[in-house]
């Protein structure tokens, strides 16, 4: 079965920077691309950014972009999201997410980013 588990959650300060890691299993990796999601409270779960499945090629949204950064290893079933520069409101859950017939979700992983 299709299983995504995220880490590298956690607080940091403000202009400050964290890694989160997405290792996924159950299906072959190196076929699709993955994508990271993020849901503050009360808010509704929004894509924060893309890779495709050979890894050339990225999205991201607009509030992130030059500051994150998405990356995949093949060889490790594994989706990175580096991100620098955060603000108070890069504060949320951060999902991986994969799109197989249906949307696969990872149980998420918390983002805190406060003085």
């Known amino acids: 079965q299709v299983q995504l588990v995220e880490s590298g959650g956690g607080l940091v300060q403000p202009g400050g920077s964290q890694r989160l890691s997405c290792a996924a299993s159950?299906?072959?990796?190196?076929?699709?691309?993955m994508s990271w999601y993020r849901q503050a409270p009360g808010a509704k779960r929004d894509l924060v950014a893309v890779?495709?499945?050979?890894?050339?090629?990225?999205t991201y949204a607009d509030s992130v972009k030059g500051r994150f950064t998405i990356s995949r290893d093949n060889a490790k079933n594994t989706v990175y999201l580096q991100m620098n520069s955060l603000k108070p409101a890069d504060t949320a859950v951060y999902y991986c997410?994969?799109?197989?017939?249906?949307?696969?979700w990872g149980q998420g992983t918390q983002v805190t980013v406060s003085a």
């Open positions: 890779i495709n499945s050979a890894g050339d090629t990225t």
């Open positions: 159950g299906f072959t990796f190196r076929n699709y691309s």
């Open positions: 997410n994969v799109m197989i017939r249906y949307n696969y």
